[in-house]
């Protein structure tokens, strides 16, 4: 994953009509971060519970656990849904999330 970084540079052009028109350059820069590697099936696998049963246990839907098992799809974290997974299965932020380097620091 990378993130784009917008620098503008904007400059005053003449006045029209009372109103300053504006003039913009836009450049992007890139800068690749690393990415952050979603744990949850490893954790269910390992102790043996179903998305089904977490499900059951947690009170969320299955197709929210099941994105989160399945890694896909995952952009933003949702807290609740986090601390909801780690009491039930008693366990650390740390057990279902790992961050991951960039390739070009791992090198």
Do not use: H, W
Request: net charge positive; aromatic share 8%; with cysteine.
């Amino acid at each position: 994953m990378s993130i784009g970084v917008a620098l503008v540079k904007i400059d005053k052009k003449k006045e029209v009509s009372g109103v300053e028109e504006l003039k913009s350059i836009i450049r992007y820069q890139t800068k690749e971060y690393g990415r952050v590697q979603v744990k949850l099936a490893q954790v269910l696998d390992s102790r043996g519970i179903t998305r089904n049963r977490l499900r059951t246990l947690t009170g969320v839907k299955y197709d929210v656990i099941d994105r989160y098992y399945k890694g896909s799809r995952v952009e933003m974290a949702d807290l609740d849904f986090l601390a909801k997974v780690c009491y039930v299965l008693d366990c650390q932020i740390s057990d279902l999330l790992e961050y991951e380097r960039p390739e070009e620091e791992r090198a």
